[in-house]
């Protein structure tokens, strides 16, 4: 699906409004006083500190096609002291590229679901750049939740975590987590602007779930979070979790993150939880395993 560039560059103005209105004037060695119908820094100020022309600026934030380099993002960047996913996400919606590009694979591979499944007793999924969850093990739907009772058309963790009945296991910190996952969302779309099966998600999502809308509006990126969790499970107790991210780059922008015990006594607890035959006994299914037996294709970008 080709990026609707139009809708990104409004996003990239977007993006550079809510940053420059965070920086107090102070901050970067302008007097605080004075008429400001907006807070943070104006256009202007932002121009002079990144040695832009007040023009070029302006249109960048209106959206207008202009030539940007590398160069001068950097110093836009720098001016409004981005952190390392925010800078990359300024290139990103303005179409300079930070990296290799990735491609998107076709067909999730069977050996994944059985690299999932041969790590039991930790839970482990995969999850697309929209965090639609591809596959799972038996140990995920014991441990955290059981992902075979959601519609495969409702499996997407964004979903899950902020709309679907069926979310039941408790992260003590929830709260934290849920703002990690919009603003990693976040920073992934940003390659997605304009693709329908993007919109239709924020869409849904924003009308199901007002918590989803405020952390939306809060426009932050990020990237996924690999600290240790805590976890509050009916039968186990709380688990420290320590994820860790495995990114298959050789399918696209894939990830499997498996939750991995943080010390000896949650190790203990996960082999009771996922049980000794968890791996080989009932292998989670994949999505488009399912969705295939029924005859309906589902894609993985």
């Not at 609707?4 to 965070?22: H, I, P, T």
């Not at 039991?120 to 995920?140: G, H, K, M, Q, S």
């Not at 009945?165 to 990690?180: A, T």
Request: net charge neutral; aromatic share 6%.
């Amino acid at each position: 699906m080709r990026t609707d560039r139009g809708e990104q560059r409004r996003e990239l103005g977007v993006f550079l409004r809510s940053r420059r209105e965070r920086i107090r004037p102070d901050e970067v060695g302008f007097a605080p006083g004075g008429r400001r119908r907006t807070p943070g820094l104006r256009r202007e100020e932002v121009a002079l500190l990144a040695g832009v022309g007040v023009t070029w600026y302006t249109w960048l934030e209106q959206g207008r096609d202009i030539n940007v380099s590398a160069q001068v993002l950097e110093a836009v960047a720098d001016t409004l002291r981005l952190d390392r996913q925010e800078r990359n996400h300024l290139f990103t919606l303005a179409g300079v590229q930070v990296g290799p590009a990735s491609s998107e694979c076709a067909v999730l591979p069977a050996s994944v679901q059985k690299t999932l499944d041969a790590v039991t007793p930790y839970p482990a999924l995969v999850l697309n750049a929209r965090y639609d969850i591809l596959a799972f093990n038996e140990a995920y739907c014991r441990v955290v939740i059981d992902l075979r009772e959601i519609p495969v058309e409702e499996r997407n963790m964004l979903w899950v975590t902020f709309v679907s009945r069926e979310w039941r296991c408790s992260f003590v910190e929830s709260e934290s987590m849920k703002v990690h996952m919009v603003a990693g969302f976040r920073a992934a779309m940003a390659d997605h602007v304009g693709e329908p099966a993007w919109q239709d998600l924020v869409e849904r999502l924003l009308a199901g779930s007002p918590l989803f809308a405020e952390l939306w509006e809060r426009y932050e990126v990020g990237a996924p979070s690999t600290r240790i969790k805590l976890l509050a499970s009916a039968t186990g107790g709380v688990l420290r979790i320590e994820p860790v991210n495995l990114w298959l780059s050789q399918l696209g922008q894939l990830r499997a993150t498996v939750y991995t015990a943080a010390d000896e006594e949650t190790e203990a607890k996960l082999r009771v939880l996922a049980g000794p035959a968890a791996g080989a006994g009932q292998p989670g299914r994949s999505p488009a395993a399912e969705l295939s037996s029924r005859g309906v294709g589902v894609p993985v970008s």
